[in-house]
Structure formats: C-alpha cells, structure tokens
C-alpha cells in the first residue's frame, strides 16, 4: 500500500516508522527542507524520536507533489490549530484516498472537530473515505515498537477494515468503530486532563490525588462528550479511557509534562519551550470550556486548567478550587 504522512513531527515520523516496518511505501512530508534531508539522509528525527530508526521503505520529502503522488491513503500528522492554514495551502491538492485524521484537538476559534475541518477546507474530502485514528499510542513507544492498541473509526465499515487490516501488526492491534465525533472528541479533551494530571505531578501530590483526578475527568469527558453526540461506549475504552491514562501518567506525554512544568511554578511560555512539542491540551481547553457552556455540561476540570493557563489562579488554587467544591452524590 502507498501512504503519505503529511507531517514530520514526533506522531507523524511514528507513523511513517511503523507502516514503513509493515511493507508499505511510505512518503513523509516534511514542511522544511532541510528536516526533510535530515530524515532521509541520517535516517532519525532526532529532534523528536531520537535514535529510533527509520526504515528504509520510508521517503522523506519537502515536495507536496511528491508526498501525495500515487497514494492510496493520507494520514494528517499536523496539529489542529494549524491545520486550516495547511488545507488553505494544500486542501485542494489532496488526491481522493482513504483519509485517516490523527490530530487530537479542537479549533479553538469554531470549536470544530477535524474531520469537520477537512470537510469545510479539503474539497476532496469524502465521509464514506475518512476515518479516525485514537488510542494509547505515544509516539516514542509506537516508533519502538511497543505492544498498543487502538481504534480506528469511520462511518463506512469498509473503510475502516481496510484500514484495520493493513496497519494492525504484532505490535499494534486496532479495533473498528463507527464513532467518528467521539473518538476525535476524547482524544481531544484527554489532553485538557493530562494538562491538570502534570500540574497534579508538579505540585508534588500523590497517587490519590492523581487517581481521583483520572477518575472525575473521565466523567467530565464522557459528559460533554456525550452532548456533543459521542457514544458512552467510546468514552470507557481505548480512545477515551485508555489513552486519558496514558496520557495523565506517563513521562512521554507532552500534555502531562507542560502541566508539570506549570505546577512546579514556571510559566505557560516556559513550560512549552521546555517542553519543545505542540500540546494540543493548551489550546483545546478553552474550546472544551466554551463546547460545556454552549450544552449546559459542567467541566470543572476544563475550567480550572483555563483558569490557570490564561494566569487566573496557580494551578495549588485550582485545586483546592475542585476540593471545594459543593458536596453531592457521585455521578
């Protein structure tokens, strides 16, 4: 199979390592030329996946024409607050292939998802050939190798087998969904609470205090998720409680370790130079808070992180904000 991976970051040369490890010819668009030399003379990324290999089926490349040439399926890898201004410059010339959006935020300025970007922006974009790729799969551990699972969601079943047989491996089982909205939504929003897990971390609270947080931000996911017309069913498994855990208590995870740096004491700006990576988590918080407003969902979570990434309470407030917090029957 011909793939192209738009995008050359940590997810995106993830990606490419593992459909290259899987006999499929792989071109990898990198924005600037000279990382896309890199990548295909010293065979690394290594300003994001140090050290890891890239096989040789992969082709790296800074020429859109030659990313997309001939291929019979496109993976997105670009962040989602810049994926308009991709599509302003490339949406036209995306061929017509299976789809497959890996992204996971929310537009901060419309609130849309990113299959709803690309149908807004891509004039080839077709539902029946899109689908959603979430799930526990940090980067550094799917370019090594690691055993995980995912999901892989459309609203054509035939598109998502497709997919499934062709990229599930020894290493990566992917299970089938027609829950499109959900699996984008929790992918998104997981980010927000790995966010408030990090600043759990940097302030130095324990086990107890990070478990009672997965737990209410699961609820809080699956609440607005359900309003914005997710299914429950989604929210309890890999793209929605899996990877929130992931995701709240690893090491490698962006959104956890921006969250760190904050409840340590440094500033949002500090925390993401130091942190060296987009967190979608940082800009789908405030689309989350407003998507809770707009369907009368409460997201306590959501809106203590805004609050302390917009510098209105120190992330020790935050806290004692949700601790505070009037007593009720669990929900």
Known sequence: MKVAILGAGSWGTALAIHAG????????????????????EKRVNEHYL?????????YATA????AIDGCEVVFFAVPTQELRSFLATYG???????WVGTAKGIETSTKLFEHELLAECAQNFDTQRYAALSGPTLAAELALGMPSSAVIA?????????????LSSERLRLYRSIDVIGVEFAGAMKNVIALAAGMVDGIGYGANTKGALITRGLTELSRLGEAVGGERKTFMGLSGLGDLSTTCMSPRSRNRTVGEYIGK?????????????????????RAAFELGIRHRVAVPIT????????GKLSARDAVRGLMERELKEED
């Open 63 to 66: 020429e859109f024409a030659a």
């Open 154 to 166: 459309s609203a054509k079943d035939e598109t998502s087998r497709t997919l499934q047989r062709e």
């Open 50 to 58: 140090p050290g890891i290999v890239i096989p040789e089926r992969v």
């Open 265 to 285: 004491g440094e500033t949002l700006e500090a925390a993401l130079r130091k942190t060296g990576q987009v967190a979608e988590g940082v800009y789908t918080a």
């Open 21 to 40: 490890k899987h006999d499929h010819d792989v071109k990898l668009w990198a924005r600037d030329r000279d990382h896309a030399r890199e990548l295909d």
């Open 303 to 310: 809106s203590g992180v805004c609050a302390v990434l917009e």
């Open 92 to 98: 036209a010339r995306v061929p017509r292939a299976i």
